[in-house]
């Protein structure tokens, strides 16, 4: 019954959060022609690259591969929850974050179903058009395999995401102002993740780090698996280590996040 309870609060606040976000539809607009003119700029640039080289393959990337990668990419990023760091900004500044104190769902949870509302928003509106120029441009084959993996890869991703943000959306506790260590943050994560150049295509020594890293799940890995890059035994265990690294990003966060809920008395308004 408690479940029960929870879910249909998630539910609402989802709701909420969806409606508020399609009441701003030339956002939507926006957001859906940047989201369309990233990839295609990416191609555009890298079909440029391979014709004056007059390469077949870079680093294991042929061209169409490349174009499914950065069409990846793009969807890729609708599952990073980087908007949270930014919100939890605004809730501390302005005070806001008190009244969540006396709402029926608690702070984290309100922010996760802002975040999923955000994702509903983008698939329905940038995503459409995102999947249709992929359809007529990308003649790569996808197995079912695959886009389960996918799929699998960006849940991974977003649960990753929403802890590294959410702990520095916390650092709002004790700075006044964090967009300057956000935007360095953010640059980071996608120049370590792959999203601005594959992984494959940096030096051994500095692609073996990466992939290491946690980042590599928000871009890469996701975007090579698509591109049908990855070695099929090489995407279990891949699955299992991103696994690892979202229990240990989530249970860092409840941990930073009991710690910063001290400091609410000495912030706001």
């Known amino acids: 019954m408690k479940n029960l309870t929870l879910n249909t609060k998630l539910l609402s606040y989802f709701q909420i959060f969806l409606k508020q976000s399609f009441a701003f539809r030339m956002e939507a607009i926006a957001n859906a022609a940047f989201n369309v003119a990233f990839p295609i700029t990416m191609i555009i640039v890298w079909t440029a690259v391979y014709r004056t080289t007059g390469t077949a393959a870079i680093n294991g990337f042929t061209l169409p591969q490349l174009y499914v990668y950065f069409f990846a990419l793009t969807l890729s990023d609708a599952f990073i929850m980087y908007g949270i760091a930014w919100s939890m900004e605004y809730d501390v500044n302005s005070g806001s974050i008190y009244t969540y104190l006396t709402k029926p769902l608690s702070y984290m949870a309100s922010v996760l179903a802002g975040q999923a509302a955000g994702l509903a928003f983008y698939l329905a509106t940038a995503g459409i058009c995102v999947l249709v120029?992929?359809?007529?441009?990308?003649?790569?084959?996808?197995?079912?395999?695959?886009?389960?993996?996918?799929?699998?890869?960006?849940?991974?991703?977003?649960?990753?995401?929403?802890?590294?943000?959410?702990?520095?959306?916390?650092?709002?506790?004790?700075?006044?102002?964090?967009?300057?260590?956000?935007?360095?943050?953010?640059?980071?994560?996608?120049?370590?993740?792959?999203?601005?150049?594959?992984?494959?295509?940096?030096?051994?020594?500095?692609?073996?780090?990466?992939?290491?890293?946690?980042?590599?799940?928000?871009?890469?890995?996701?975007?090579?698996?698509?591109?049908?890059?990855?070695?099929?035994?090489?995407?279990?265990?891949?699955?299992?280590?991103?696994?690892?690294?979202?229990?240990?990003?989530?249970?860092?966060?409840?941990?930073?996040?009991?710690?910063?809920?001290?400091?609410?008395?000495?912030?706001?308004?």
Not at 171 to 178: G, H, K, L, T
Not at 224 to 242: D, Y
């Open 133 to 269: 120029i992929f359809v007529a441009l990308v003649h790569v084959p996808i197995t079912a395999a695959t886009a389960a993996a996918f799929v699998a890869e960006l849940a991974i991703a977003s649960a990753i995401s929403f802890g590294i943000m959410f702990m520095l959306g916390c650092i709002a506790f004790y700075v006044p102002a964090i967009e300057g260590i956000i935007d360095v943050s953010q640059f980071i994560m996608m120049f370590l993740g792959g999203g601005l150049v594959p992984i494959a295509m940096f030096p051994k020594w500095a692609s073996a780090v990466m992939y290491i890293l946690p980042f590599q799940y928000f871009y890469n890995l996701p975007a090579t698996t698509l591109a049908g890059l990855q070695p099929a035994g090489q995407l279990l265990p891949a699955l299992l280590f991103g696994a690892a690294w979202a229990l240990l990003s989530v249970m860092a966060c409840i941990a930073v996040w009991n710690r910063a809920k001290l400091r609410m008395d000495t912030v706001g308004v």
